[in-house]
């Protein structure tokens, strides 16, 4: 089956330093990859997802590549911000209206 | 505009008594219908997703169910709640159409069980 693995559940960082989070999957077919956001006490929304045709997904200073030979979406900004405070979800899809599976998410803290 | 509404937004209630959470979303026709589950701390679980009216399929057996009553209405419950089932639970749409759609989270039920 399917599966989403995020190795940082917990990263903390000073303000203007650059974040990288990481995601590797597996998944028997070619499926699609996303960046949940989920700030304190809301609902997860979605920050960027990855395209057929290669395109680097960009959101609020966010942008993630998919590798498909390593398996792997990773999300970075080159200067994090203290709103930026959040847990990150990765998460793939490949079935049409069916499953999203989830990542077990990677909370971000970025301190002044 | 789509908007997604959740009931109640709070809810604590005693071990063995019945659960009712409810979803609703307005301005799209059809969409695809999600439950989830966070665990304080935990990851989002997906426990059942629904396409079409009275079609509800199960994804992960927590001793809940789910119904689709009218098309934009989606509900989440129990007759007998365990201690386990505290956490917070999202209800979802999706256009559905292809692996590729975003999934709108409405803004959650915090259950305490106790």
């Known amino acids: 089956g399917d599966s989403v693995t995020q190795t940082e559940g917990l990263v903390t960082l000073t303000e203007g330093l650059p974040v990288m989070l990481n995601c590797t999957y597996q998944s028997t077919y070619s499926p699609f990859l996303f960046w949940y956001v989920q700030h304190l006490n809301e609902a997860p929304k979605l920050l960027l997802k990855s395209f057929t045709d290669n395109k680097r997904p960009e959101h609020q200073g966010f942008h993630a590549t998919l590798h498909k030979s390593s398996s792997s979406f990773h999300l970075q900004k080159s200067s994090a911000q203290l709103s930026d405070s959040a847990l990150y979800y990765c998460?793939?899809?490949?079935?049409?209206?069916?499953?999203?599976?989830f990542g077990g998410g990677t909370r971000l803290t970025v301190r002044p | 505009a789509q908007t997604i509404h959740q009931w109640p937004v709070a809810e604590i209630k005693a071990v063995g008594s019945p659960l009712s959470l409810g979803c609703t979303i307005k301005?799209?026709?059809?969409?695809?219908l999600y439950w989830y589950w966070q665990a304080t701390g935990g990851t989002l679980q997906q426990l059942f997703y629904?396409?079409?009216?009275?079609?509800v399929e199960s994804v992960v057996q927590l001793n809940l169910s789910a119904s689709r009553p009218k098309d934009d209405q989606f509900i989440l419950s129990t007759e007998k709640l365990l201690l386990s089932h505290s956490g917070f639970y999202l209800c979802a749409w999706s256009l559905g159409t292809t692996s590729a759609e975003t999934l709108y989270f409405g803004s959650g039920t915090r259950l305490t069980v106790l």
């Open positions: 998460a793939l899809s490949h079935n049409a209206g069916a499953k999203l599976t």
């Open positions: 301005g799209k026709s059809s969409p695809n």
């Open positions: 629904s396409i079409t009216v009275g079609q």
